[in-house]
């Protein structure tokens, strides 16, 4: 007999998710690293902003070298954050508050300290401790080449020697031994580990490197120089990355997802092209997967329509529902984005980051306006939001941290050439003063916070802005809170009369949505006007502002 769906089994199809990098969120313990009690504290701030859903990045025993991406335990809590009990409490906490908890699953590699690759390195070559993970003999006469051509993402070399002389395989740092998915020992362990996470509650899973766990490992192994990006052959024949034999994978996790009720709901991470990313999506499979194009994307209406047209089509023909992302812990902040030049590229704004913010001179009051009238735009679309911490409150990128203090592998691997992630990861400021409640952290704890904040930080705060009611805070409290009442079923109709420049479109119910990405202002479309990005005047909707109007 066919069961009844839970009546909340959608909850994720259109949620605002609140992605919390938890070692910089809030510090309950004055080490000067935010730790799991943090969130809990500020759960009546989660409520009061209205989001649906916190997904944690990883809050897992580790090292930290690559920022907790690095799992050595992955059914348990870093003792820096804290343990299983707090873990409990939060998200006791947050389901009381409403607030769904999604957690980050890491299953392209564990780190080096995980116990099964302490086993493989103690086992013998060809042992199968070794076949967890993916150990080659190197080429050269001794040996003493790497097996293949592959490159870190991190920069260097994918493969590193061990002592016995074979090599491993390490997509990202040597820290972070990729693990072998044909092994169903892999496979099975991993099912646990979604069990043993579901069974205490957690919603969903956000799935790291999504589209790198299959791999073709047949010898030779295929020569491969440079990382593809988004530019992956588009035939799943690539032999890491979007292999067609991926989706087995998630087809089985999918089986584990539904033995709860409501389904566990999740989200992939796939640094794939448009075209592939509704497989990861698929009802069958993870449910969701990011869509990353508008962080590649300038401040630019045919972009945006563009994003928006051939997402909305994927995300339909294959039954998921479609995400919005404007910020993560891996890009520039978008205030900062928008604030520079167009066409910068990847590598543009890589060099604005190593002239610490100076060349170009980024224009802040046009970033900020840019960057709250893009969100009210992708807040208004069907389809679940992902908002990064700190955007609430309009924060900047930090791209001067002095180096000496940088934490990100990028910048070590890359031999100073690449900064890395670490501006966007900065604690959040939620006091104006830098010492309120004896610490000197913008009240982030009392210990410091463990990557410097820039006196700017204050005016930004939680505390300033709570206080402020034209505050980008107040601003995304106002738009969560409208869309609640206001979003409806998946579908969209553009508004095709309207200039170049404007981006206008409609939702069932009445919701009428408008933004100019221009500097002219244009006229206000009839109706009341229920939220606007910035001050509108005399019936026209100014620049590089977004309205919602209920006709
Ligand atoms: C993902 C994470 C990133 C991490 C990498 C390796 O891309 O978002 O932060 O460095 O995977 O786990």
Redesign the pocket.
Known sequence: MAQTPHPEADWWRQAVVYQIYPRSFADSDGDGIGNIAGVTAKVPYLKALGVDAVWLSPFYPSALA??G?DVDDYRDVDPKLGTLADFDEMSAKLHEAGIRLIVDI?P??SSDRHVWFQEALAADPGSPARDRYIFRNGLGPNGDQPPSDWVSHFGGSAWTRVPDGQWYLHL?APE?PDFDWSNPEVRDDFRKTLRFWSDRGVDGFRV??AHGLAKDLAEPLRSMPVIPELDIQVDGTNPLFDRDDVHTIFEEWREVFNEYSPPRAAVA?AWVPTTRRALYARPTELGQAFNFDLLREDWDAEGFRKSITENLAESAASGASSTWVLS???VIRHPSRYALPTGLGREGLDEWLLSDGLDPLPDHAAGLRRATASTLLLLALPGSMYLYQGEELGLREVPDIPRDQLADPIWLRTGHQLKG?DGCRVPLPWTVARDAAGGSSFGFGSGGAHLPQPDWFGQFSVEAEEVDPDSVLALYRTALRLRRELQTTETLEFETSVPTDVLSFRRPGGWLVITNFGTTPVPLPSGEVLVASGPLADGQLPGETTAWIRE
């Open positions: 690559d920022g991406y890491v392209n590699h990202f972070q790291d490197v991470e993560n812990h891996d992630r």
